[in-house]
């Protein structure tokens, strides 16, 4: 009975050894495993639903299985890096679409995102909302700018960085006319 009243009380001093050393080991590392894959789980999986020249109607599954939330996009590359500098989303709003542009960090605030659809002068936007990963500016595609989009055949896009130097990327309007028809058709 000493003996194993020593035992016990060795164990607990010197803590895990042995077998149990893994076992301490070994379940954290399950735990996480677990957390991730239910994590995963629960995460809704997009999907790309079309194709529209240079435009995707990506979806992801709504709070209910009947309902989707989809939205036409386009992300903007850095030629040379290939690194992502523009993201153009379309969703739809309640009565007009609305274009959702994510800029990279580093912008300087005051003078906001300029887009140029075609030959037209630049429309000034605001960004509304930024975060250490960048900003975004918000715009309705009303009637007149709706239907530039989608005649013209490119839009281009210009931030400011802070040091004044202007960050432009162009987006082809290929296909967009077709991407937006289809984005209505997911209307809630």
């Not at 739809?92 to 609305?98: I, Q, R, S």
């Not at 300029?114 to 309705?140: F, Q, S, T, W």
């Not at 400011?160 to 082809?172: C, H, L, P, R, V």
């Amino acid at each position: 009975m000493k003996v194993m009243i020593a035992a016990v009380t060795a164990i607990l001093l010197l803590g895990p050894t042995g077998a149990m050393a893994k076992d301490a080991v070994k379940a954290p590392a399950q735990k996480a495993a677990k957390i991730a894959k239910v994590a995963k789980a629960k995460t809704p999986q997009s999907k790309v639903a079309g194709t529209f020249g240079a435009w995707k109607l990506v979806c992801s599954p709504g709070k209910n299985k009947t309902q989707e939330s989809c939205s036409l996009m386009q992300a903007l590359l850095e030629p040379k890096s290939k690194k992502l500098v523009f993201r153009l989303n379309v969703i739809n709003g309640k009565k007009n679409p609305v274009m959702i542009i994510r800029a990279p960090a580093g912008v300087y605030l005051p003078r906001g995102l300029e887009l140029a659809v075609g030959a037209a002068k630049p429309l000034k936007i605001a960004y509304a909302r930024c975060v250490p990963r960048g900003c975004r500016a918000v715009l309705p595609l009303k009637e007149p700018l709706k239907k530039d989009m989608q005649r013209a055949e490119k839009a281009k896009v210009t931030v400011y960085a802070t040091n004044g130097k202007a960050i432009t990327g162009t987006s082809s309007l290929k296909g967009f006319s077709d991407g937006l028809v289809a984005l209505q058709k997911h209307k809630k």
